[in-house]
């Protein structure tokens, strides 16, 4: 029984991660975490009545969490990833983060894009991004691995196999996504009021989102130049859930890229294809750890229009995460992630 | 591995079964029934990735699915499960029924609370009211289960231990429940339409709900007299959940009421007592199996408010269904079902 | 012309006065004031595009104030507008007050229930309650006009009639409310946000609100006795919008309730009887002033079931202010208030 | 006085105008229609409460109508109109048409988009479509009026005034658009039930929507080529508002797009252009006739992002068409309608 930490467990990413270890046979949560609420239970601060309700939250103090577990999952925002995992690595505890501290091969970027300064360049030579299907062998002999972003991961699933059989032109690609609010975590902000959210919808940071220079930094990788892509997330007035709708220029039939997704993907349980003509949809993937993808021609005005749905909080995060837990300690990679979707 | 049926698989109830059964190591669904969609499978008709996507719908012809199955789920509405549990069990295949066709005592409140003539009243003095908490020995012998509905589940977990002691004045109680649009059932209805229910509030069936008299009947059984319950009905805009105010005039200090509950629900895993002061509120018990009550003294007023919430599609339908087939079947009572609310 | 202020402009109340104002062609808002945006005009701080979008921002200075208006309408917090209001009356500007500073004839109930101590109890002597329907005489010739709160309001409007013609037992009374969220005012705060809100309902302050002493009073007062009501609001999921259930054991038949608030509001724009055997719903009266009554009888188990709906907003909060503003300056009472629902 | 009937008054579309027209002076429903309805007043039907909630249904016979009225609304689906306003222009009824018979300029683009034969050619090359900010000369002259689509309401406002300006190029435009649930329609309908659109989203008719035709014929009429546009719908779980992302490759700096559109709309009261750096969201608009448009440069990928906001059943349906009836009977074009949002 391997055993883990989550570090800052209060928030949505970690509760929901805490209800999907549940279900996993070969993972026990030892430790949690919350810098608010030390001393208190699961079921006290959240009123929680599964498995783990009575873990009582500690503080985030690594020489004490380290000997008791063998991974620790980092529930924290970017710029306070790091520290902790260099003392977790430090004891010979894997680490997964959440955060962005290493999704970065350009540490450079990374510090322009969240305007933090580096501490421990060395630490991310040795990360892996944790885009399962993408870099599954990398994965498997990573210490530490970097969560991918929620937005990245819904765009980069189904670019990825395109770009890298130079089957789209990459000088044009625009990325339209629309999120569910608790992609913006837990936190008391008037912004995410519900008056202000319900009944309405925005774009925001347009052009200036700080996961378009890591989907852009991915894509070029696979193209092998660089590659740019216009994105625009919006916000949701709903719980979970991200749809992205991918404008493409393609430089051969749908056909060609449909198939190079399905042999791209065809070994893989949380990757599918929508049967053609269907619009894969958020109900579809709520619930689940899958990504859905749909291709759809616009032969007079020579577009490829592709959508992919996932589960912000599942794929997105948390299932993600623990499906990078079992390609790292050799369990099948679906073992405690659920396929099916919770439609209402 | 006991085998089962369901049939009438494509509404809410029937798919969030098959969700729930994916988690049952002991329960495996061999047959799903749909009048429109035979010859189709699962992921064709609901877009479904789970367990059981390539389950094919037959035609729900009892002699042709009995021999295969040891249990029926019937998802059916009022009126036709009668005739399919009389054939189900000829042929020694136990039911757990959905449908109120078996869940009153009295045929004739039965007949005139739906309109429907009777056909199989020997049938239903076989019959087994599901409430698992409180019929389980009836249930763990019974061939034919009637599964509650929501609202009388909501209503009669805090109830019946109440009246049974008699702690309650049973000459007045009020129910004011709400209760989100999916326990309306899958249907196209303009009265149920996104722009017709959403930002909107009702109470409907103003004292003449189908549940009020199944709610009075059980309660009347524990107290040994008459009880009569004000039902309001309301529809909330939101997918899932129940959510019962209930208001009673105590016998005793509201401490009494809270010392029977814990006591009648001490050992079932299911039924919990909410902190003191504290309203459980229907994000607590969403997407598991559990009934969360409150209770709180309005001394001045001389009134006891008690507050429970259930998932309707789980712990309301679904999920106690399989609760009483894990009873009938022998199984721990929890065998495969949910305690991890999904909190957003 | 009457000239205006809006002291506290930027909240929900304060936008949706502004909103309702622009339709009426006696009154002119000249001043707003908002501590954090003195100096930013409307357009700026909520990207207002209406009538007063060039309005800008001032300080809550009486002294500068006063001179430009005719009255002021106070939407600032319970214990801010006892010194505003009386530094307007001083100055002779009339004042219509938003908070709950001046809507209890009892000061020592307002001190207990507001835990504020009471400074102008004077002041409070001339202040009118202004629940325009019932006490539109005393209005009329009001300096100083408590706005009530949005829950006494959908209570007291079907109540007070009944218990004043002495028709219904007056020791039993339970009203079961539920409002939309912007009744909480426009504020940062985790319990708000939109996560946490969306697909969730719960009971609060059960036997506690702040209304509900309100409520006991105003009943008191007419039926000349000590009414109780069991008061229990619960939090929708929508934005706008309160639905009271309420529960009476009426004296007589349900026709004489229902004739005695056909003969009570006969000539009454807003306030309305459904016809027989309706439900009144929200959206029926969603951005309109009107408040609808319905009235359902549960013979079986004597009790007259009584629904009540508002806009919160409206009826609520800024459109009984506008009809207050009427009574007091002369206007038609229904001058400048829509009466058209926003369905959808 | 001007009169007027309203064909077709029980969807969404129709009760929308019937609460706008309320506050113009100058126009006075005199007729409202409805198969299913007639004899019964619109309070009895749609338990309508505002002014003309004592009108009763009648037939839609014109030759009983036309006497009564100066203008008929035509509210009924496509294919449905044509008829109806020939029989009106020729009893000298002016016409403004809802639906798309009367929108194209090519017959056969109408023919082969909706499927339907063309009845009254010689009718269509009278209609002027009612974009008003654009078409407004023609209007003002116009008998029969075909009020624009609600998505290329939305769309057109923004881009033809660049396309004219060929400020951007043409050859790929991507309007990405979501809209609330009402655009759909008042119907029963699986797809559109609450819970079935209620915490999803989805993209629907991709590349063969029939509002895509419409844009761009209006769009290469104002370019003087063929203008292709990529347009993607999609469904939101909002009642009511579109918001359009549209992506263009401009042709010069951001500034010269931004100063063609102020000055092509400087003078008109429902164009306006968001404040530099800020994005217009639905909240702004909702409940008004406006359309909001923000403009921002990705200089670093070389394409403007354009956001357009609208209320659809106001400037993109109910609203646009009182607008076109002010144009076309004199009035200024912003009487009684509505410029300051309903923010919650």
Redesign the interface.
């Known amino acids: 029984m391997i055993k883990a930490a989550i570090i800052g467990a209060t928030g949505?990413t970690g509760?929901?991660l805490?209800?999907l270890v549940?279900?996993h046979p070969g993972l026990q949560i030892e430790v949690i975490t919350s810098r608010e609420n030390q001393g208190r239970s699961l079921e006290?601060v959240?009123?929680?009545?599964?498995?783990y309700k009575d873990l009582v939250f500690e503080a985030p103090v690594v020489e004490n969490i380290a000997p008791k577990v063998d991974v620790a999952f980092l529930c924290v925002p970017a710029g306070k990833a790091q520290e902790l995992a260099y003392q977790f690595l430090t004891h010979k505890v894997k680490v997964i983060d959440f955060s962005a501290d290493f999704r970065f091969k350009s540490i450079s970027v990374f510090e322009e894009t969240y305007q933090l300064p580096y501490v421990y360049p060395e630490l991310n030579d040795k990360a892996v991004y944790g885009l399962c299907e993408v870099f599954t062998e990398e994965i498997k002999k990573a210490d530490l691995v970097a969560n991918p972003g929620c937005y990245p991961t819904s765009i980069l699933l189904p670019l990825i196999p395109l770009v890298k059989e130079d089957l789209v032109e990459t000088d044009?690609i625009?990325a339209?996504s629309?999120s569910g609010?608790?992609g913006a975590g837990?936190?008391?902000?008037?912004y995410?009021?519900?008056?202000?959210?319900?009944?309405?919808?925005?774009?925001?940071k347009?052009?200036s989102h700080r996961h378009n220079p890591e989907i852009e930094e991915k894509l070029s990788l696979f193209a092998r130049k660089e590659v740019?892509?216009?994105f625009?997330p919006?916000l949701?007035?709903?719980?979970?859930?991200i749809?992205s709708?991918i404008?493409v220029r393609a430089k051969y039939p749908v056909k060609v890229l449909r198939d190079c997704l399905q042999t791209f993907y065809q070994n893989r349980p949380f990757v599918?294809l929508?049967?053609e003509g269907?619009?894969?949809?958020?109900?579809?993937?709520?619930?689940?750890n899958?990504c859905?993808i749909g291709l759809?021609?616009?032969?007079?005005?020579?577009?490829v229009?592709i959508?992919s749905v996932i589960d912000n909080?599942i794929k997105g995060a948390s299932g993600q995460a623990l499906q990078n837990f079992n390609l790292m300690f050799g369990f099948p990679e679906e073992t405690g992630l659920?396929?099916?979707?919770?439609?209402?």
């Not at 959240?46 to 498995?51: Q, V």
């Not at 949701?236 to 859930?241: K, S």
Request: glycine share 4%.
């Open positions: 949505y509760l929901e805490l209800r549940e279900k006290e959240c009123r929680w009545s599964g498995k044009f625009i339209d629309k609010t608790s837990r936190k008391a902000d008037l995410y009021s519900f008056c202000e959210v319900n009944e309405d919808f925005k774009a925001y347009i052009a740019k892509v216009v625009t919006h949701l007035p709903i719980n979970r859930g749809f709708t404008y599918r929508a049967p269907t619009v894969p949809t958020i109900k579809e993937v709520k619930g689940t899958l859905k759809f021609e616009d032969k007079k005005r020579g577009f229009v959508t909080l659920p396929f099916s979707p919770v439609f209402v």
